[in-house]
């Protein structure tokens, strides 16, 4: 098996806090698309319901942290009231501009969508949930900014905690040049994936630090495509 390239971290454009309005709301769109290519929701939907079941009467919270454009809470609340059950989402990120966005494409659903505009790197959480999920943002942080992150996200889950991310391997390199480029005319997301699995973990390093952070009993998972998926429940 080919060893995983070095981890090599760059600065992504979206993450500039000059970047242009538009481009980063055409950027948003492009990740949501691959999301839905991924069929994240459908892999995190399928999760909630073999770790939880059928949930008591009554609405189920979800906090999605470091949220975009809302895409996952937006499909998560959407799947969950296709098939009867009730979910009520929270976006939580720190761009107006990405909020804006998941008010936008909750409202176009007919969906409620609370949202926070909040720094997880700053404090913890201003709330918990009982479902907390996070997907694409570990590999915007340096380890100990990721261990941090991961302690406060697990103080903030009542029940269940879902982190998804990129796994830093040579296809995932190979695929991050290719899949964007079919899916989206964003010149961001273009330069930003390739930047992105560059930057990513392994599973292993994941779950190392899901450890230092606190998380015991957290396993860590590959995801299709090419991504891995961190679960973790509260001791009771």
């Known amino acids: 098996m080919l060893e995983p390239p070095v981890r090599r971290r760059t600065a992504e454009l979206m993450d500039d806090p000059s970047i242009a309005v538009d481009a980063h709301e055409h950027a948003l769109r492009g990740l949501a698309r691959i999301n839905r290519c991924s069929s994240v929701a459908g892999t995190l939907w399928r999760t909630i319901s073999r770790e939880l079941g059928t949930p008591s009467p ?16 937006v499909a998560l609340a959407s799947i969950a009231r296709d098939r009867g059950r009730s979910l009520a ?4 990120d720190i761009s107006d501009v990405a909020l804006k966005a998941a008010q936008q494409r909750a409202a176009a659903r ?12 700053a404090s913890d959480l201003p709330e918990q949930a009982d479902i907390v999920t996070c997907s694409l943002f570990m590999h915007h942080l340096d380890p100990a900014e990721a261990t941090l992150a991961l302690a406060r996200l ?7 905690l ?5 796994r830093r391997t040579r296809r995932g390199l190979a695929l991050a040049w290719v899949a964007p480029r079919l899916l989206t005319t964003s010149r961001v997301v273009h330069v930003d994936a390739v930047r992105s699995v560059q930057g990513s973990y392994t599973m292993a390093e994941l779950a ?10 957290a396993s860590v998972r590959p995801a299709w495509p090419q991504r891995m998926l ?5 001791p009771a």
């Open 154 to 160: 697990g103080r903030a889950t009542k029940r269940l």
């Open 230 to 234: 961190l679960t973790w429940k509260p």
């Open 110 to 121: 007919d969906l409620p969508l609370r949202t926070i505009r909040h720094d997880i790197l």
């Open 208 to 217: 190392d630090m899901a450890r230092h952070a606190g998380l015991a009993g």
């Open 162 to 166: 879902l982190v998804l991310d990129l």
């Open 89 to 92: 989402p929270i976006a939580s």
């Open 58 to 73: 009554g609405s189920l919270s979800l906090l999605d942290v470091a949220s975009g454009s809302g895409d996952l809470p």
